[in-house]
Structures are given as C-alpha cells and as structure tokens.
C-alpha cells in the first residue's frame, strides 16, 4: 500500500516568509496526490491536487506544488505567507480507493 | 449545497456507553468516509462506501465500532462500548468518486470519560 511522509512536524515563521512543506510518497506507478489544510477548529479542505499533466499545480490562496516523480515527491510551496495561513498541512495520496494521509504539518505564521 | 453534515457536534458520554455518530453526505456523492483523528495518531481511515457498500473496513479498531450506510444519503458510526481511548474527532467526508476530491463535514468531537 502506498504511504505519505511529510517531512517537519512543526513550522514556525515570521509573515512574509517563504514556505515550504516536504511530502514523500512511497508508490511509484501512477499517483493521484492532493495537499489539505485544516484551520484551527475546522474541518479539512482541499488546497491542491495533481492527477496529471503540468505537474506544477496551482492551487487557493496562493499556494502551488511541485510533482516531482524522479523525487517522489509533492512539496508544497507558499512564497509568502500570511498570519491567517496558520493551519495544520496535510499532504496525501489515494491509494485502492482510499486516501492515505501523512502526519501533517502544523505551521504557525507570526506576526 | 450544505455540504456534509455531521451530528452530533459535539458528545460527552461515559465509559462504556453506547455512541452513534451520523453522517449526510453531500447530494450526488456516491463515495463515503469515516475518518478519525487523534493526536498521537493523526487522520486515520476507518472506513469507506462506495455505492451505499462497504469497501474497506480494515482501519476500524475493533469490533466495537461498526458502520452503516442504509442509503445514499445517510450513514452511521457506532461504538459500543465506549473507551476512553475512543475520545477523538471522528470526521466524515464524501466524494463524487472514489478517487475525487474529498469534501469533509465538521467533525464530531467525542470524549469518553
């Protein structure tokens, strides 16, 4: 089965800070990946995905990925972030029907 | 659309209580999800239906927890009995397929005292 990896568990940084968030995925055929950010007390929502083609997707609020298959990688990139972009990160990949989660990310932005 | 919705928000119930959670999904999705999340253990996947049917119901912990879905438009999580160790957000998220993107509902808190 295929698993996520995220790589830091906590990230903290100051507004205007570039950001970027590791994710390693363990499969190596034909992968469909997605990022997820959850505000504090709120549910999951979708922030970018990737099934094919371009493999830099653009996602909400400024944020974009890189698909990198030689790397089995998916990081996520923001160039500048925002206090209100505080929010745990969760990269995952489906598998058989079902979508594998990793760890996640908690990023704290200060002002 | 309302998006999905979950119930109860929030639950408080004792140790060996029996605790249902309920789940609409969003209108025309005919993918479901349970999923839980924890501190020590993150997002875990329960369970998944596809069609009213259940697909994958090897992340459920025990027989303890049991899950319906007697129709396209509701479904349930069951644990009985509780355990402390049961105390999570339980979310469930549904998809118009089952490799789509996933629209999750607000969570029902639990704890188990």
């Known amino acids: 089965a295929q698993s996520v990896s995220q790589h830091n568990h906590h990230v903290i940084l100051s507004e205007a800070a570039s950001l970027e968030l590791g994710c390693n995925y363990s499969y190596g055929g034909t992968v469909n990946l997605f990022w997820y950010v959850q505000y504090p007390g709120q549910h999951l929502q979708l922030l970018l995905k990737y099934f094919s083609g371009d493999p830099l997707v653009k996602g909400i609020k400024g944020f974009e990925a890189e698909f990198i298959k030689s790397k089995f990688s998916f990081n996520l990139r923001k160039p500048s972030v925002q206090w209100s972009d505080t929010a745990e990160y969760f990269c995952?990949?489906?598998?058989?029907?079902?979508?594998?989660f990793g760890a996640g990310t908690q990023v704290v932005v200060t002002p | 659309d309302a998006g999905v919705i979950q119930s109860p928000r929030h639950e408080v119930t004792e140790m060996g209580q029996e605790v249902t959670l309920r789940c609409k999904p969003i209108s025309g999705h005919n993918s479901l999800f349970w999923y839980r999340q924890t501190m020590m253990r993150g997002l875990e996947l329960l369970i998944y239906f596809n069609n009213n049917v259940p697909i994958d119901d090897s992340g459920m912990p025990e027989d303890r927890f049991s899950a319906k879905m007697p129709n396209a438009s509701f479904s349930t999580l069951k644990i009985q009995p509780s355990e402390p160790r049961d105390s999570a957000v339980y979310f469930c998220?549904?998809?118009?397929?089952?490799?789509?993107?996933?629209?999750f509902g607000e969570g029902s808190r639990l704890t188990v005292l």
């Open positions: 998220a549904s998809s118009y397929t089952v490799t789509g993107e996933l629209f």
């Open positions: 995952a990949t489906d598998s058989w029907g079902k979508l594998q």
